[in-house]
Nanobody, 120 residues
Framework: QAQLVESGGGLVQPGGSLRLSCAAS????????MGWYRQAPGKQRELVAT???????NYADSVKGRFIISRDNAKNTVYLHMNSLNSEDTAVYYC??????????????WGQGTQVTVSS
């Protein structure tokens, strides 16, 4: 059974940094595209960053230059390095995995989320 478990969230001051981790199990991690999404109170869930199985990355404009997504296929883990955090980054951050299997369809899974709060 597929499972994504996020960790690393917490309270951080404006300008600070955090590293989120997402440990995957029950999937062939190296074949999955991985991503981080976030949802702030009263807002829709939005894409933060993605990294393909081949290592290509994509970022929301709001985090470009501040956040870095990376993956370690040996550890079945994807990371989100967040720098220069501000109050607008406050949200629940969710890990996502996605894999297109030809002739079958898309397999997609979500983690339970981890809270990031940026406040002084």
């Amino acid at each position: 059974q597929a499972q994504l478990v996020e960790s690393g969230g917490g309270l951080v001051q404006p300008g600070g940094s955090l590293r989120l981790s997402c440990a995957a199990s029950g999937i062939t991690f190296r074949l999955n595209d991985m991503g981080w999404y976030r949802q702030a109170p009263g807002k829709q869930r939005e894409l933060v960053a993605t990294i393909t199985s081949g290592g290509s990355t994509n970022y929301a404009d709001s985090v470009k230059g501040r956040f870095i997504i990376s993956r370690d296929n040996a550890k079945n883990t994807v990371y989100l390095h967040m720098n220069s955090l501000n109050s607008e980054d406050t949200a629940v951050y969710y890990c996502n995995s996605k894999r297109l299997r030809a002739g079958v369809g898309i397999y997609e899974y979500w983690g339970q989320g981890t809270q990031v709060t940026v406040s002084s």
